[in-house]
């Protein structure tokens, strides 16, 4: 037995199995330097992609509080709108176009619910618009544009939001 072993590594040419071990080098390293170099990019896709879920979920939560402050009065006040507005400022550059529509949508009528709550009770302590049809006429307006922004627009920012909020 001793003997064929030796005689089997005898036979063998050691020098062609090193000329295929020194060809398959450079491709391996090639090969293990490529999946090194695709894990790094799924891990940093994987952190922007946590990145910019924050600052939307940041812009999301603003909404949702937008929301909450004008369900307790049932009015919009400007310090509402000025606030919204800083919070959805950022908006336009990490959503698509359909979002910044809403958002634009939602602060003009939130912008006008609060002109016209101003115009019928003035922070200043003013009388507001005196008793009467365009006082009526105001006073409706702004129920409608409350009434809408708490109901069909805030389920559609819950519609709109959701497929941009989910981590895939």
């Known amino acids: 037995m001793g003997s064929a072993a030796s005689n089997f590594l005898a ?7 090193v000329d295929v071990f020194e060809a398959l080098l450079t491709p391996t390293i090639a090969v ?11 891990v940093n ?24 402050e004008i369900n307790i009065p049932g009015s919009i006040r400007y310090p509402m709108v000025t606030k919204l507005r800083s919070f959805i400022a950022e908006a336009r550059f990490l959503f698509p176009t359909e979002i910044e529509n809403y958002l634009d949508r939602l602060s003009t009528k939130a912008f006008r619910a609060a002109t ?3 115009d019928l009770h003035p ?22 544009l409350v009434d809408e922004i708490r109901g069909p627009m805030w389920d559609e920012s819950k519609k709109l939001f959701r497929k941009y909020l989910t981590l895939a």
């Not at 063998?12 to 199995?17: F, H, Q």
């Not at 293990?32 to 799924?42: D, E, F, G």
Request: glycine letters at 4%; charged letters at 35%.
């Open 32 to 42: 293990v330097t490529a999946y090194v170099a695709y894990q790094q990019w799924r």
């Open 11 to 17: 036979e063998i040419n050691w020098r062609l199995i």
């Open 123 to 144: 922070d200043s302590g003013e009388p507001g618009l005196p008793i009467g049809e365009s006082r009526n006429n105001a006073a409706n307006e702004e129920s409608k």
């Open 116 to 118: 016209l709550r101003e």
């Open 45 to 68: 896709r994987t952190r922007l992609d946590l990145d910019l879920y924050e600052r939307r979920l940041a812009i999301y939560k603003a909404l949702e509080q937008f929301h909450d």
